[in-house]
């Protein structure tokens, strides 16, 4: 799961197979006070190893399953980059997850720590079978983890090799990119994975990746599992007839501007790097299916207590400030977005402009379109 920074009102909604790489909303997490030195702290039983393995107890067997999987993905990611990157699993139960984790990393949401932020740790969940409507995507909860453990080293290891975004669902696609080539090359039966969503899964209220990139896990718990798989299918085009190395080059080339741009211009990148890619993804690639943000005078208006988003997407040629609540301003490049996180009824401030409220469902303020 990659964790989106945002302003106040954070949005706790889990999401399916997120892999966190991108920092703690909100908090700072340092060298002091890590995931690993509080799973640490627990004194739960441990095995050495090139990825050692701190684990709940009863889960010794799922614990030294998973951590030799994650050695021989390990060894695959650093034959690819030439570096080679300590990574420790943690597989905990819901008591000790509590204890270890965040408050915004819920149980039993796999996620993990890059280097960037502390010691390089997989978070995997003692028990998938806690996850709601797990069943629906898999009939064997331990291979499904397997191979949500790859996705985590791949972020671990995109954050390495610098490779990373503001734009969660461009962190999202780096990690699935090194899971992808490494089920492709050495787990022959996981390929499966790679074809799409389950068939158990029912149709979702979105579809479009422009709905991922700017709400991101808000989609929903299984909406979000279901994007990953269609994130899979498309990782796996894009490393069509291509080494994994010399596709990071071309992604990490193309993607060099650090500001998370819309979703017009990340499709036309992806496809310079896979001419196609939009017609093999379908509907995956249409327009974004949020609703416009109702714009009024700006005024106190008290919010319902109902948890929203609200995007706004500055299609103008000049940067704005927008400001939600007592936040400070936030500064919007032009042809870029943001996303706030509030509750319905909230407004947003657009410098020099009106201001745009918080429905109860995600919507979207575009600037100039007014």
């Known amino acids: 799961m990659t964790r989106h920074k945002r302003t106040s009102h954070l949005i706790f909604a889990v999401a399916l197979f997120l892999s966190a790489a991108l920092g703690v909303i909100g908090q700072t997490r340092t060298k002091e006070n890590t995931t690993l030195q509080k799973v640490r702290a627990l004194r739960l039983q441990y095995a050495a190893g090139p990825v050692p393995a701190y684990f709940s107890a009863g889960f010794e067997a799922r614990a030294l399953n998973y951590r030799k999987t994650m050695i021989a993905c390990q060894r695959w990611y650093e034959q690819q980059v ?5 990574v420790t699993l943690a597989l905990l139960d819901r008591e000790d997850w509590e204890k270890a984790s965040e408050p915004s990393d819920a149980y039993p949401m796999p996620y993990n720590i890059s280097k960037s932020l502390g010691d390089p740790v997989v978070v995997l969940p003692a028990r998938f079978e806690d996850f709601p409507n797990s069943a629906d995507f898999t009939d064997d909860v331990e291979l499904q983890v397997e191979f949500i453990s790859y996705h985590e080293m791949g972020h671990i290891y995109a954050d390495d090799i610098d490779l990373k975004s503001d734009d969660d669902l461009l962190a999202e696609i ?3 990119l090194f899971m992808v080539s490494f089920v492709r090359a050495q787990r022959p039966d996981m390929l499966f994975f790679l074809k799409g969503p389950p068939a158990k899964l029912l149709p979702q209220r979105y579809t479009s990746l422009e709905d991922l990139q700017y709400i991101y896990s808000d989609v929903g718990m299984t909406n979000y599992g279901w994007f990953q798989f269609q994130l899979y299918r498309k990782c796996d085009v894009l490393l069509r007839n291509k080494p994994l190395p010399k596709l990071l080059a071309e992604v990490k080339t193309v993607f060099r501007d650090p500001t998370p741009r819309r979703f017009t211009q990340w499709q036309r990148k ?3 790097i896979h001419p196609g890619i939009g017609t093999e993804m379908g509907p995956q690639w249409k327009p974004t299916a949020i609703p416009n943000a109702q714009v009024k005078p700006c005024s106190q208006i008290s919010s319902s207590g109902k948890d929203s988003d609200l995007v706004v997407l ?17 500064t919007i490049a032009s042809n870029s977005w943001y996303t706030f996180s509030g509750h319905s009824g ?8 009106p201001c745009f409220v918080f429905g109860d469902q995600p919507s979207i303020a575009n600037i100039p379109a007014m």
């Open 270 to 272: 992806l496809e310079a």
């Open 82 to 86: 030439g570096k080679h990157v300590d």
């Open 314 to 330: 500055n299609s103008s040629s000049k940067p704005v400030k927008v400001t939600a609540g007592t936040d400070a301003p936030v």
């Open 346 to 353: 909230e407004q947003v401030r657009i410098d020099s402009g």
């Open 174 to 176: 780096y990690a699935n």
